[in-house]
């Protein structure tokens, strides 16, 4: 059973910057997606980020959602099954619980808007504990 961990989580001010970490248990899958999805009280889950990699062809995309596109950068380190998402111009807005999430993939559309999307990841995915972000005005 995968599991995945990630940290990183914490307060800043507006115009700050924090890296969250997503480290998996173990090799997931050849074509997957890893990402992260947020959720803010009273407000549903939704995708943030995400990373399509094929370990066989070496192709990876990337997806962001339009409310964070320019200010945050997802990679991955694959050689240690983690991903990073570099958050930096941060507002209050992004404040909320964010969780690392992975699925095995088919393809890139599979980690793309309109299917990067909480469902997938309850059906057939795996979900991060989930770490705190805070963001003061």
């Known amino acids: 059973l995968v599991q995945l961990l990630d940290s990183g989580g914490g307060s800043a001010q507006a115009g700050g910057s924090l890296r969250l970490s997503c480290v998996a248990s173990e090799y997931i899958a050849i074509s997957k997606c890893v990402g992260w999805f947020r959720q803010a009280p009273a407000k549903e889950r939704e995708g943030v980020a995400s990373v399509y990699t094929n370990d066989l062809t070496g192709v990876e995309t990337t997806y962001y959602a339009d409310s964070v596109k320019g200010r945050f950068t997802i990679s991955e380190d694959s050689a240690k099954n983690t991903v990073y998402l570099q958050m930096d111009s941060l507002k209050p807005e992004d404040t909320a619980m964010y969780f690392c999430?992975?699925?095995?993939?088919?393809?890139?559309?599979?980690?793309?808007?309109?299917?990067?999307?909480?469902?997938?990841?309850?059906?057939?995915?795996?979900w991060g504990q989930g770490t705190q972000v805070t963001v003061s005005a």
């Open positions: 999430a992975t699925i095995a993939s088919t393809g890139p559309a599979d980690c793309s808007s309109g299917s990067w999307i909480p469902a997938r990841i309850f059906s057939s995915g795996y």
